[in-house]
């Protein structure tokens, strides 16, 4: 991926902080054997049982992963908008770093062809991304499963014009100088 030019490396869907950790490090290893630096953003998530699949709160998540030098921090999958606004508040408030999200069209409900999410794109007054960039100052928004071309227009066009709330985040504190543990040549210990 490095070689064909990506903008940003994105790890998704992380359930579990070793797996996040580990794809992490792993990138971190790709780009100092590449010679070349992009940024890293970390999306974990987090289920209706308000912790990650292995029992990991947010702040479990973000205390492990930021410190691992990556740029951005943030939410995706298994729930839609509203479920993931406390904890959007959260990282809102205590990240250093910048602040992300992409919801499920809604919580996945189980019919007989399959997952079907209950946020049509259609759905009147359904505006989640830009209430989360002027509420959470979030940077990066987009969607996850069930979210469709159209449900863009109807929740990500509206953030062109949103202002965005400076979050009232955590001081920033200087990184190391060697944010990744591989640029140092130490073994990581997750």
């Given at each position: 991926?490095?070689?064909?030019?990506?903008?940003?490396?994105?790890?998704?869907?992380?359930?579990?902080?070793?797996?996040?950790?580990?794809?992490?490090?792993?990138?971190?290893?790709?780009?100092?054997?590449?010679?070349?630096?992009?940024?890293?953003?970390?999306?974990?998530?987090?289920?209706?049982?308000?912790?990650?699949?292995?029992?990991?709160?947010?702040?479990?998540?973000?205390?492990?992963?930021?410190?691992?030098?990556?740029?951005?921090?943030?939410?995706?999958?298994?729930?839609?908008?509203?479920?993931?606004?406390?904890?959007?508040?959260?990282?809102?408030k205590n990240a250093t770093v910048g602040v992300s999200v992409m919801p499920n069209a809604g919580l996945p409900e189980l019919g007989p062809h399959g997952a079907v999410y209950p946020l049509s794109p259609g759905r009147a007054g359904q505006r989640p991304c830009?209430?989360?960039?002027?509420?959470?100052?979030?940077?990066?928004?987009?969607?996850?499963?069930?979210?469709?071309?159209?449900?863009?227009?109807?929740?990500?066009?509206?953030?062109?014009?949103?202002?965005?709330?400076?979050?009232?985040?955590?001081?920033?504190?200087?990184?190391?100088?060697?944010?990744?543990?591989?640029?140092?040549?130490?073994?990581?210990?997750?």
């Amino acid at each position: 991926m490095l070689a064909g030019g990506v903008d940003a490396v994105l790890v998704e869907t992380a359930q579990d902080l070793l797996q996040a950790k580990s794809a992490i490090v792993g990138a971190q290893r790709a780009m100092a054997a590449a010679g070349r630096r992009v940024p890293m953003f970390v999306q974990v998530t987090v289920e209706t049982t308000g912790t990650m699949l292995l029992g990991s709160e947010i702040g479990a998540a973000l205390t492990a992963l930021e410190p691992l030098g990556i740029d951005l921090i943030g939410l995706n999958c298994a729930t839609g908008p509203a479920e993931m606004s406390e904890h959007l508040r959260f990282l809102s408030k205590n990240a250093t770093v910048g602040v992300s999200v992409m919801p499920n069209a809604g919580l996945p409900e189980l019919g007989p062809h399959g997952a079907v999410y209950p946020l049509s794109p259609g759905r009147a007054g359904q505006r989640p991304c830009a209430q989360f960039v002027r509420e959470f100052g979030t940077t990066l928004v987009g969607g996850c499963c069930g979210t469709t071309p159209s449900t863009s227009g109807r929740w990500w066009r509206p953030c062109r014009t949103c202002r965005r709330r400076s979050a009232d985040r955590a001081p920033s504190r200087p990184r190391p100088r060697s944010t990744s543990p591989c640029r140092s040549g130490r073994t990581p210990r997750c």
